[in-house]
Structure formats: structure tokens, C-alpha cells
């Protein structure tokens, strides 16, 4: 019964110190990265308990939180990905723009390069 405890305590130890030194700097509160990564070392079990409910900061935005964020999306969401046409109600985008800019650049060169001789 006691190993079982003491793999448990070393496993949740060890998840905390790797989940503190990963955390990037803007989402660690209360204390420094530094002195975080010391007290879960040195106070092993309260160490990480402290860290989860005081030097995280939750995270918003991601799904299933209920967050009001986008959250991740994928190509299949993307409608610029699965090539569909511009709905009647969506603003024109950087495509649309690219293609009338390269357009209008097509028109400029065919109407500059007028010394008589046909196109090829």
C-alpha cells in the first residue's frame, strides 16, 4: 500500500516540476518561475498542490472550458482551405484583393508595352 502512495507522490511531483518549468513566464503568478520550480522540488507533494492552485494561471479560450475564446481550429473549419466560394453576405479578403491587385498589374503591363508588335 505505501509504494502505491509513494509512486503516486513522485509521480504528481515530478508532472508539477515539469508542468512549472514548461509554463511560459506570462502565465506564472504569485512568485518567480525560479523559486516555483524550488518549492516544488523541495516540498515534494504541497509543492505541487501550492503550484496548481496558486502559480498557475487558468487558461481561457480553449475548448470545453467555456471560455469565450476560438479555441483551436482546424483546416476543415478554415473555408479558405476547402476552397468554397465567397458566401453572398462575407466581406471580400486578402485573396479577393491579391487577385484584383494582379489583375489591374496585367492590364497596366499590356497597356504599357504598346511598340507595335503582336504579344506572344
Known amino acids: 500500500m505505501w509504494l502505491v502512495i509513494v509512486v503516486a507522490a513522485v509521480a504528481f511531483t515530478v508532472y508539477a516540476l515539469i508542468d512549472c518549468a514548461t509554463m511560459p513566464r506570462t502565465r506564472v503568478r504569485s512568485l518567480r518561475k525560479g523559486i516555483w520550480v524550488l518549492l516544488v522540488v523541495v516540498l515534494p507533494v504541497l509543492g505541487g498542490v501550492l503550484w496548481f492552485l496558486l502559480g498557475r494561471t487558468p487558461t481561457t479560450g480553449t475548448r470545453g472550458s467555456g471560455g469565450g475564446g476560438a ?3 482546424g483546416p476543415e473549419d478554415d473555408p479558405d482551405f476547402l476552397g468554397g466560394t465567397t458566401p453572398a453576405g ?3 479578403d486578402d485573396k479577393d484583393q491579391d487577385d484584383a491587385t494582379l489583375r489591374s498589374l496585367e492590364d ?7 511598340d507595335g508588335r503582336p504579344d506572344r
Do not use: A, L
Open 71 to 73: 479555441g483551436y481550429r
Open 108 to 114: 497596366q503591363f499590356h497597356d504599357g508595352d504598346d
Open 90 to 92: 462575407r466581406k471580400s
